[in-house]
């Protein structure tokens, strides 16, 4: 594969993501994804020639970045980031996560990535059990954020010091 092509190909999932996040899974076409990415009309559906292989790689695109993400900063810092600064990709990741046709359409690929975050998840707080919970809890922190609106940094530290002590308090 030429260099390039990875390229694209990262600059189309970039876009599908924008598209998704913007627009909804219903926006999600060939078309817009070239459009958004500023491509030639056909570029996108000789990459990703199906729809489900578009939307896999704008799910991978968003597991990759938000793994990166959050191993990379602040657990305060990564939300604020996904709500204000990316929040585009944070819509796109519950559409994505929510939509039942996209959830059919993706098959087990979903299932492999949300493992990533588990594996990750697991790391932290010491067990699966825990990791899932724990993403469970922050996932309703983001749509909490999304929906309503963002809150302080305080507030943000104060939620994660709460989930911190949900997830790691003995039982």
């Known amino acids: 594969m030429d260099v390039r092509d990875g390229d694209r190909k990262t600059r189309l ?28 009309q056909g570029t996108c559906s000789y990459h990703f020639p199906s729809r489900a292989a578009l939307l896999t790689a704008a799910l991978t695109r968003i597991a990759v970045l938000d793994l990166a993400d959050s191993s990379a900063r602040d657990l305060a810092d990564v939300l604020r980031a996904w709500v204000l600064g990316d929040a585009a990709r944070t819509r796109a990741r519950f559409m994505l996560m929510l939509d039942p046709q996209v959830r059919a359409e993706l098959g087990p690929s979903a299932a492999r990535l949300a493992d990533g975050f588990v594996e990750q998840g697991t790391a932290l707080f010491g067990s699966p059990e825990r990791a899932r919970l724990a993403i469970a809890l922050i996932d309703g922190l983001l749509l909490d954020e999304l929906i309503r609106g963002a809150v302080t940094d305080e507030q943000r530290v104060a939620r994660l010091a709460a989930v911190q002590e949900i997830v790691t308090a003995r039982r």
């Open 13 to 40: 999932a970039d876009a599908a993501i924008e598209v998704i996040g913007t627009g909804g899974v219903r926006a999600l076409t060939h078309r817009a994804v070239d459009t958004r990415a500023g491509l030639p």
